[in-house]
């Protein structure tokens, strides 16, 4: 009788479908691991915050964050609801902002923190929010 | 629901993060799944 060196997990169909997308060739063994290992190699980095003030065109100032951990988020906050909240869009007067604001923006926070000379980042607005990605797999440091 | 078919140490690493003890699997693949999203972007 063979002896089976496997187990069966179970998993739902959309979670199965997920990992599909990323399986391509290889098994679904290797896609799991590579999972994990990208959670365990940044599972000890401490949440690093930076937060600034934004001056708008309209001479108000909004503060926001970055918040560096295992991805990258952009928060804003909110002083009618003491809060600080990821609609970014949302952030300039509460209703949405223009294109052109929100790339200005974008351009301060490249130009104007330091935080560009440790990490790099690319910008892609997704829905409502700034979205942050790493370029490949560039370390924090 | 639908079967994986995984290797024994592969397995265990899952198991090893589970957040609570009767924490299913499908939630610990879909956290991570989620985290490689957030990191690599959605294909």
Known sequence: MAKHNYHTIWVSEETKDRLKKLKKTDTFDKVINNLLDLEEKYADIPEEIYEYEYMLKNGKSKLFRIIFSETVNIEYYNRDDFDWQDDIRAWYTGNRISDEELDNFIKFIIKDSNIMTLYEMEFEVVQNNVWIKRVGAAPFK | ?43
Request: without cysteine; charged residues 35%.
């Open chain 2, 1 to 43: 629901m639908k079967t994986l078919n995984i290797d024994k140490e592969t397995h265990e690493r899952l198991l090893s993060h589970k957040t609570s003890k009767g924490e299913p699997i499908n939630s610990v693949i879909v956290r991570l799944l989620d985290t490689w999203e957030d990191f690599y972007g959605k294909t």
